[in-house]
């Protein structure tokens, strides 16, 4: 029986998963980029491994994704994130057309055909706002922790409109915000807002979908899920592990190519 691979070396974490012929998956794993992708991305990768209990000459195919894809040496072909969270998102939710993967360092809109392939995208990569990183930034002004400002954000009694999107200065808004007693969930929800602003946007620049899926560690923050649902008006799918789509999307390729 063959073993498949994705990896996605992120701009702040890498995601292994690996697949066996049947696409069950065997493993997920995630580990924090740091500074060196490669090595991030050989960890995550030991680590599925050690978890579904192979060896990495077990591997048939080994597709690698995101930002430092060109990285490892060892792999079988290097494809973009959009192509894999695309077929990743279309493997889980069959109906999917539209798809809105906010990851660490940018956000993207990709819409799909009727096969899970690319037809048409758009992404913001020339600014952190909205993305994993803008969120990280927010957090520690807020002096809270990541994984709260979400849950915050749907205690909030009034949603905040931020004068700007910009990372640089929303987080001066935010001190100012905090120093004038502003409660942090109406902070924690305007942030939301903005941000899901953002994607919304793209969203609307490749059409909108009856089915909505989104990717990206941006799907563990509920207060961001529920801003971009309140805006498209509709329920958008967000998977058990929203920040793995990319590298199951990157083994279902490695499968694929295996059948061929």
Known sequence: MGYYAGLDLGSLTCEAVILDANGTVLAGEVVLTGARSRAAGERALSAAL???????????????TGYGRERIETRTSAVTEITCHALGAHHLYPGTRLVLDVGGQDCKAVRLGDDGRVADFAMND????????????????????????????????????????????????????????????????????????RVCGLARRVGLA???????????????????????????????????????????????????
């Open 210 to 260: 009856e089915e909505v899926t989104l990717t990206g560690g941006g799907g563990l923050n509920v207060g961001l899920v529920r801003a971009i649902e309140q805006r498209l008006g509709r329920t958008v799918n967000v998977p058990e592990r929203p920040q793995h789509v990319g590298a199951l999307g990157a083994a279902l390729m490695g499968r694929e190519s295996g059948r061929e």
């Open 50 to 64: 050690a978890t579904a209990g192979l060896r990495g000459d077990d591997l048939a195919a080994l597709v690698c």
């Open 126 to 197: 020339k600014c952190a706002a909205g993305t994993g990183r803008f969120f990280e930034v927010m957090a520690r002004a807020l002096e809270i922790d990541l994984d709260d400002l979400g849950p915050l954000a749907l205690e909030a009694t009034r949603e905040l409109a931020l004068s700007s999107v910009c990372t640089v200065f929303a987080e001066s808004e935010v001190v100012s915000l905090v120093a004038h007693d502003e409660p942090v969930p109406n902070i924690a929800a305007g942030l939301c807002a903005a941000a899901a602003e």
